[in-house]
């Protein structure tokens, strides 16, 4: 069972809470590749302030997928941006954004909240047009609340957040699998495995290509071999090659993969 509240957490929740009355635009962020279960429940007062979704790491997600979360939230009434934050992508129409939501004559506060090592902090350095938030490619990098001031925007960086308790162990897992639950609390070979089963279903081609596969059988074992992942004795680390996987997906390199489609349960097939 995957279980991670550590407790910075808790404390960000309450201070949240308590920011709530100064603040006149609350950015949620959720992962493009899982928009669903990345948005995170329990925050719901967030909704009462002027309020814009945005999907981060659009550059990792299925263009096709993300189109289609676009419209379901859309058609709901809310305001959906989707950012490629690295590449700045996204960032001229969010800025629009916020100052049509915010058009008095001091710089708007805004704040920034999102499931960890969802680009919470990088967004908030993209738009001040410094680096005065760290950022890491883990999550829970950010412990405590930081308000950065620049470009126009006082900007309040807040810790990743999860929730108590993942009534649903699928979504914990596809958390998991975006490197939003830290990976040493995490059985990696068992993470990677659910991952394979997921691409050969709605993915195989991709799958194929990145790991020069044979067939879809024992893909882990296919992996460590093509990888030579070897431990001492010459036997297969199955470790090592569940890193690869992971890493592959986490970076891009295996292609643009989103696990979640609006109305639709995914992983629900096999
Ligand atoms: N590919 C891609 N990577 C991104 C994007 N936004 C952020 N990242 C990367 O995601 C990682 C996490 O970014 P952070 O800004 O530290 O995330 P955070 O939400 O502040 O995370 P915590 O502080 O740990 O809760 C970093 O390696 C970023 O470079 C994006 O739009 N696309
Ligand atoms: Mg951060």
Redesign the pocket.
Known sequence: MIQWYPGHMAKARREIGEKLKLVDVVLE?ADARIPSSSRNPGIEEIQRKPHILIL?????ADEERTNLWVDYWRKQGEEVIV????RRRGLNRLKDAIKKVHDKNRQPRVLVV??????????I?QLAQRSS??????????RSQQWVKGQGFQLL?T??LLWPKFDDQMVAQKLAVVSSIRDEILDIVELAKWLIDFLIIHYPEKLIERYKLENLDDVLVQIAHRRGCLRKGGELDFEQAAQVVLKDFRT?SLGRISLEVPGEDLTDED
């Open positions: 962020l981060t790491k659009g550059d990792l950012l490629d934050v690295l999102g499931i960890p090592n969802v680009g919470n902090s990088s967004l350095n938030a760290k950022i890491g490619a883990k999550p829970g990098v950010t960086d810790p990743g891009g």
